[in-house]
């Protein structure tokens, strides 16, 4: 297993995604897919995120937000392509410094690699919903988690 997030432009650790223009033009599926393409330059003929892809939903009362919270998931091939077109979206360099796999392993010294990287920075929520991924996709299982 392998999971992707993305370094941010404020250097915190994030998903793709954004929030829906303003207007009922789209949908929030749609404005994520908008988004994809714009920060990671996904192709949607391939890796649309579809509906029945929706893991989370929070609703933030003080920032009067909600965030929709998709996983998708392909195979190991698909996920490197996913992760080299990143160099060549619209955003690369401005919003997102690219593409990152977190790592799903703990050293013997109990602290490199998931444990560390847990005390990143993240944005918004993204930590919940990072321990949410791991734990529906059964690559944890909750008391590892914990
Ligand atoms: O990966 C994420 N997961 C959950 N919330 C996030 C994530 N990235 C950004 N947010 C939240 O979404 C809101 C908008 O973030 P930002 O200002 O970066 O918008 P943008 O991504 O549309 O440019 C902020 O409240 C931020 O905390």
């Given at each position: 297993f392998s999971l992707q997030m993305q370094s941010r432009f404020d250097g915190n650790m994030g998903f793709p995604g954004g929030l829906m223009d303003k207007?009922?033009?789209?949908t929030p599926v749609e404005a994520l897919n908008r988004e994809l393409v714009e920060e990671i330059n996904l192709d949607l003929s391939r890796f649309a995120c579809q509906q029945e892809d929706i893991l989370l939903t929070h609703v933030n009362h003080s920032k009067k937000l909600v965030t929709y919270f998709y996983a998708k998931e392909v195979n190991l091939v698909e996920f490197s392509e996913i992760e080299k077109a990143v160099l060549d979206?619209?955003?690369?360099?401005?919003?997102?410094?690219g593409v990152l796999r977190v790592p799903l392993f703990t050293m013997s010294d109990g602290y490199r690699g998931f444990p560390v990287f847990l005390a990143n920075k993240f944005a918004g929520n993204a930590r919940i919903q990072l321990l949410k991924a791991i734990t529906a996709k059964n690559i944890l299982s909750e008391d590892e988690v914990n």
């Open positions: 207007g009922p033009q789209e979206s619209e955003e690369w360099g401005t919003e997102t410094y």
